[in-house]
Nanobody, 120 residues
């Protein structure tokens, strides 16, 4: 089993910044991360993809382009989401995911979610 642990969520005022992190670990054996990313689910909304990173390639949901930046520390098996110029509509539960090969099987793994609340 692979575990993703998120941190960095919280309450911030509009225009502020927040940095999320997500670290992957395994209960046993070596694993490799093919891609990582962030999804979010706002109140009364469906979960949507925010950003992904695979190798040197990044992709962003249109509404966060220019404001959010996803990065990855391969040595630490960690993905980050730097969120700047936050808006009220960014409020939601942010979920980390990782596409991981573990014991010969590649699957998506999900974090527990971290709450981001942007006040206005």
């Amino acid at each position: 089993q692979v575990q993703l642990v998120e941190s960095g969520g919280g309450l911030v005022q509009a225009g502020g910044s927040l940095r999320l992190s997500c670290a992957a670990s395994s209960s046993g054996g070596i694993f490799s991360i093919n891609a990582m990313g962030w999804f979010r689910q706002g109140p009364g909304k469906q979960r949507e993809r925010v950003a992904t990173i695979s190798g040197g390639n990044t992709d962003y949901e249109d509404s966060v382009k220019g404001r959010f930046a996803i990065s990855r520390d391969n040595a630490a098996n960690t993905v980050y989401l730097q969120m700047n110029s936050l808006k009220a509509e960014d409020t939601g539960v942010y979920y980390c995911y990782a596409l991981i090969s573990w014991r010969g099987v590649i699957k998506n793994y999900w974090g527990q979610g971290t709450q981001v609340t942007v006040s206005s």
